[in-house]
């Protein structure tokens, strides 16, 4: 299982998140199989401005877990990516937050991501798109019931 937390707090922000994924799908090594709802939220980390408005996409993909960054940062790139400060607005926001059982810590990528159980704009969609899983020695639904509930669902389906 390969979960992508995709986010986007520059209008229009909808747009961007379906642009998002519809260059993943349009991939070749990357099938897009489950999208999570629509959540809106207030901004995390103290830096961006903006509401986001943030899903999760459960894919299938045949490579390695760097070779996925790049990519997604490539997708975050040609979308109008610009990385001016750490958490601020942004067009689109592509984050690897679970690829399959691995656990990766370098300078590039931490898997599971380094703030998945800390990020209500995370867990919610998440559990929309899959069961019951362990992360990081407790359930989703811990996770669930430990986060801020201050999310609202802007939309049941993105396409």
Same mark, same amino acid.
């Given at each position: 299982?390969?979960?992508?937390?995709?986010?986007?707090s520059?209008d229009?922000?909808?747009k961007?998140?379906?642009?998002?994924?519809?260059?993943l799908?349009?991939?070749?090594?990357?099938?897009?199989k489950?999208?999570?709802?629509?959540?809106?939220?207030?901004?995390?980390?103290? &830096?961006? +401005?903006?509401?986001?408005?943030?899903?999760?996409? !459960? /894919?299938?993909?045949?490579?390695?877990? $760097? *070779?996925?960054? @790049?990519?997604?940062?490539?997708?975050?790139?040609?979308?109008g990516? &610009?990385? +001016?400060?750490?958490?601020?607005?942004?067009?689109? !926001? /592509?984050?690897?937050?679970?690829?399959? $059982? *691995?656990?990766i @810590?370098?300078?590039?990528?931490?898997i599971?991501?380094?703030?998945?159980?800390?990020?209500?704009?995370?867990?919610y969609?998440?559990? !929309? /798109?899959?069961?019951?899983?362990?992360?990081?020695?407790?359930?989703?639904?811990?996770?669930?019931?430990?986060?801020?509930?201050?999310?609202e669902?802007y939309?049941?389906k993105?396409?």
């Amino acid at each position: 299982m390969i979960i992508l937390g995709i986010g986007s707090s520059i209008d229009p922000k909808e747009k961007y998140i379906k642009l998002a994924v519809e260059h993943l799908n349009s991939h070749e090594k990357i099938t897009v199989k489950k999208i999570s709802r629509v959540y809106r939220t207030s901004a995390w980390g103290g &830096v961006a +401005k903006n509401e986001f408005l943030n899903i999760c996409v !459960d /894919i299938e993909f045949y490579g390695l877990a $760097e *070779e996925l960054l @790049d990519i997604t940062q490539e997708i975050e790139h040609n979308l109008g990516r &610009v990385r +001016k400060e750490h958490w601020g607005d942004r067009t689109i !926001d /592509i984050d690897i937050l679970l690829f399959n $059982e *691995e656990k990766i @810590d370098t300078e590039r990528l931490t898997i599971p991501h380094k703030y998945l159980t800390e990020r209500n704009f995370a867990i919610y969609p998440l559990v !929309d /798109i899959v069961d019951n899983i362990v992360i990081n020695n407790n359930s989703l639904y811990f996770w669930k019931e430990h986060v801020s509930k201050e999310i609202e669902i802007y939309k049941d389906k993105l396409l």
